[in-house]
């Protein structure tokens, strides 16, 4: 069974920063393709970064290049969101998912739900104007 255990969520003003960490249990994690995704009251699910499994490349939505940056740590089996100037549209519940193959060279379909099969409960972040 494959856990991923999310961290790091919080309340934070407009422009401050935030640390999100996700740790996967039960899987080879050098195998795995990470992404995070975010959900909003009212809205659908949407891919925020995604991350190969040796790390490059990264893809990001439009809406967070060049403010949230996704990495990893393989001997950690952590992948992290570093989230900086914080606007309140990016408040929302926060996932991390992974997907036990090559991440997509397509943008659109590697930051896409279906591309995942297993998923975290969630880190909440509230962003405050």
């Known amino acids: 069974q494959v856990w991923l255990v999310e961290s790091g969520g919080g309340s934070v003003q407009s422009g401050g920063s935030l640390r999100l960490s996700c740790v996967v249990l039960?899987?080879?994690?050098?195998?795995?393709?990470m992404a995070w995704f975010r959900h909003a009251p009212g809205k659908e699910r949407e891919g925020v970064a995604v991350i190969a499994r040796s790390g490059v490349p990264t893809y990001y939505a439009d809406n967070v290049k060049g403010r949230f940056t996704i990495s990893r740590d393989n001997a950690k089996n952590t992948v992290y969101l570093q989230m900086n100037v914080l606007k309140p549209e990016d408040a929302g519940m926060y996932y991390c998912a992974a997907a036990p193959f090559r991440l997509s060279p397509d943008v659109r379909t590697a930051l896409g739900t279906d591309s995942y099969a297993y998923w975290g409960q969630g880190t909440q972040v509230t962003v405050s104007s």
């Open positions: 039960g899987y080879t994690f050098n195998d795995m393709s």
